[in-house]
């Protein structure tokens, strides 16, 4: 018998979002983690806000809105609040009710940068390490390094000279918005020149016969055990920012213990690898014998653990391919060092919260 094509709209619903979403669905598990990470950062949400005054978006919903934006590649926070309004499975996963008012999107990002003044991403980022560690799924002597481009949300047009001399004022654009430029003859670097659009941003390329791009460089270091992400930073782009971020973050870990690292043949530099082992780190980095005599030598390369270290260094490219496909890192959709860095360092939490998942599921 064929049914009825009736599409008159039902009033009233007896089921709840919480039985709509399958028992087994990939984000109950994430749900649940990031609900006793924000019991832990409670009061450091409390410190944020006044005790009087109207109410504003609960951190807690604001957090697991951004994470949503996160794992499932959402564009744009307008874009978020549209889903926020139709889409059960995100609601349910914020805490927010079948008939709340969903908030404006400019409302939204002022919440989110208040969370961005308190230093909210390094807090929930540790807070994910640390539950990692209660599962055992960190090492604590083993580490790789890396670093990427995450291009700017700028045109290379944006990249003016920073005195008018270079400018010619005469000419009148043919188009306001987009006028055409021509840099044929012109000699641009980053001592002369800055973005108009986002003056933090270099002119900078990452290997030889690649084009230059507007971009920063976002730096993560790994253990080497499960691949989970322990330290993450965003600096502007430059010719040694990966060797600096690396001995920052090697040496801002807590045990001090001698422990290795690994790296690409850009970090096989004869500073780099001597401050390595003044901070009792053993250099395992890929040796760069083309241009150069390698810094490294034999008492580091006929040990095993090197040769292990070469081979678990490569999944490190795992967490940049990640974080540019799912968490829309390959251009970046925001501005200036501190904001961008901010977002960096919160996808890199929430790569390591479906890695966590996916090792529990396994073990």
Known sequence: MRG??????????????????????????????????????????????????????????????????????????????????????????????????????TTFSKNRDRLLAGEIAEEFFAAVLDLAREK????????????????????????????????????????????????????????????????????????????AKLAYQGHVLMENRNGLVVNATLTQATGIAEREAALAMIASRPQRKRVTLAGDKAYDTKDFVADLRAAKVTPHVAQNNKRRKSAIDERTTRHPGYEVSQRKRKRVEEIFGWLKTVGLLRKTRHRGLELVGWIFKFATAAYNLVRIRNLALVT
Not at 62 to 75: G, H, K, T
């Open 4 to 105: 009825d094509d009736q599409q008159q709209a039902g009033m009233f619903s007896y089921i709840s979002p919480e039985q709509r979403v399958p028992a087994d669905h990939p984000l109950r598990p994430i749900r649940k983690m990031t609900d006793e990470i924000f019991k832990q950062l409670s009061p450091r949400f409390a410190g944020l806000y006044a005790r009087v005054g109207r109410p504003s978006i609960a951190p807690e919903k604001l957090l697991r809105a951004l994470l949503l934006q996160v794992l499932y590649s959402v564009r744009s926070e307008r874009m978020l609040m549209e889903q926020l309004s139709y889409n059960m499975l995100f609601r349910w996963f914020v805490g927010l009710n079948m008939d709340d008012v969903v908030w404006d999107a």
């Open 136 to 211: 055992e799924f960190l090492s604590d002597e083993h580490f790789t390094v890396d670093g990427t481009l995450v291009e700017g949300w700028a045109s290379l047009k944006s990249f003016q000279p920073k005195d008018d001399a270079g400018r010619d004022n005469n000419d009148k654009p043919d188009d306001p918005g987009n006028p055409t430029v021509n840099f044929h003859g012109q000699k641009r670097s980053n001592n002369t020149h800055q973005s108009t659009t986002d003056a933090d941003l270099r002119l900078y390329k990452k290997t030889k016969g690649s084009e």
